[in-house]
């Protein structure tokens, strides 16, 4: 364990120590249908609508979308994963929602990836914070609690469902920043590894990686927290078994990523990622690559910082027989790699866990356009 210098400790200390997890967790194959029972006895507590908001790919799943029993009166959103979440997205879907009724839904529900949740918590935030969602950017800004949340996973890997907060690109200032609150974890989640068969191999590995890599940036950090160690340590174990094993994609091994990416979110909201995220997020701010892929992409150039954790991820990659992209930052002019150099070196909390106080001596502008070349 390393020790934190006090000015260390002052960037990193953030008050996320005293923890605040999920309400409740349901778990299981088919679980998704207990959705009426707590819809049913959430609008008997607070009367009105339930806003869902639904990851495009199941628009016309019917079975799936009846078995939700969606009333007259409530809303279903279906939301396009082709780009990731930004404020500009929040603030309008807050707009639509308000002009149609300023009253308090009854609850907010997600069924999706990490974009679908998170644009979910980013709205419901909204609909009881004034102010836009860039305002709410950062550590600890929101003032009011927000609307009950229910999220149901329908990928592996984010953690999204479990963590205090929800990932947005400011495309104004070009920062991908989520609202890092207590008020931003959800009241209840529904994981229901069944929903996970249909998403395609690729995707399923890129998003299933982000639960280890959040894991093992964490542990790799200077801060520490003993509860987010047993979290992350937990949920690279679940990780390696799923990703070394034959076939990923198993009913068992897909209900043990589910319970792995609900680790990574634990760990993930008592601790920070590494050097990792902070390149990824250059690469989806300015290149538009998404956070999952991106993540993969910036492990080909990660040999020098994380050694051991490289070797087993490229394992990982052809032992699964996946496709990560290469040469996506070849040929690229100055102008775009000063953007990729920005977007990076402003992420302080992660750069400061993973190289120390002065990192930007180590991540120079010469060293961070050196790694991107390599990816
Ligand atoms: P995603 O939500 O963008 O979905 C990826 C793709 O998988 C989409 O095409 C989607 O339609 C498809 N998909 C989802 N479920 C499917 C299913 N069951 N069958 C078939 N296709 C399915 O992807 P993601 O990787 O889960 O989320 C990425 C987002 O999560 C990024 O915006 C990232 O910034 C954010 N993120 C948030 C947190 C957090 O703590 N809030 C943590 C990490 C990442
Ligand atoms: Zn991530």
């Known amino acids: 364990m390393k020790n934190l210098n006090s000015k260390i400790n002052s960037i990193l200390s953030t008050g996320i120590k005293n923890v605040h997890n999920v309400g409740r967790c349901l778990f299981g194959n088919g679980s998704i249908l207990e959705i ?12 009105g609508r339930v806003i869902f908001f639904i990851d495009i790919f199941f628009k016309d799943k019917t079975k799936l979308i009846q078995s939700l029993n969606i009333e007259n009166n409530d809303k279903t959103i279906f939301v396009d994963t082709i780009k990731e979440p930004t404020t500009l997205l929040i603030n309008q879907i807050r707009d639509i929602i308000l002009n149609e009724s300023t009253k308090k839904p009854s609850a907010i529900v997600a069924i999706g990836g990490g974009s679908t949740m998170d644009v979910a918590k980013a709205v419901a935030n909204l609909l009881t914070n004034p102010g836009n969602a ?11 609690p927000t609307v009950y949340k229910i999220a149901i996973p329908t990928i592996s890997g984010t953690g999204s469902e479990s963590t205090r907060t929800c990932v947005m690109i400011n ?21 229901d590894p069944e929903l996970t068969s249909t998403v395609p191999k690729d995707q399923y590995f890129w998003t299933g990686m982000d639960a280890y890599i959040h894991s093992f940036e964490s542990l790799e950090g200077a801060y520490r927290n003993p509860i987010g160690d047993a979290y992350s340590n937990q949920a690279i174990q679940i990780c390696r078994n799923v990703f070394l094993s034959k076939d990923m994609k198993t009913e068992e091994n897909r209900s043990n990523l589910m319970v792995a990416s609900y680790l990574g979110g634990c760990a993930i ?3 920070y990622v590494g050097i990792v995220h902070p390149l990824s997020a250059a690469l989806s701010v300015v290149l538009g690559t998404h956070h999952c892929l991106a993540n993969c992409i910036v492990m080909r150039a990660m040999e020098e910082f994380y050694k051991k954790t490289y070797k087993e991820f490229w394992n ?11 040469g996506i930052c070849q040929n690229l002019n100055e102008e775009v790699l000063d953007k990729l150099y920005e977007s990076t070196i402003i992420h302080e ?16 502008k010469k060293k961070i356009i050196q790694i991107f070349s390599k990816m």
């Open 316 to 326: 990982m990659v052809e032992k699964q027989n996946v496709y990560i992209p290469t």
């Open 171 to 191: 495309p104004s200032n070009g920062l991908k920043l989520g609202m890092n609150s207590d008020f931003t974890v959800n009241n209840q989640i529904i994981l």
């Open 269 to 271: 909201a008592t601790s």
């Open 134 to 144: 860039e305002d709410y950017q950062g550590w600890d800004l929101l003032k009011n």
């Open 36 to 47: 009426n029972e707590i819809i049913n006895s959430r609008k008997k507590k607070l009367p």
């Open 349 to 364: 909390k992660p750069l400061t866990n993973a190289l120390g106080e002065d990192y930007k001596n180590i991540f120079t």
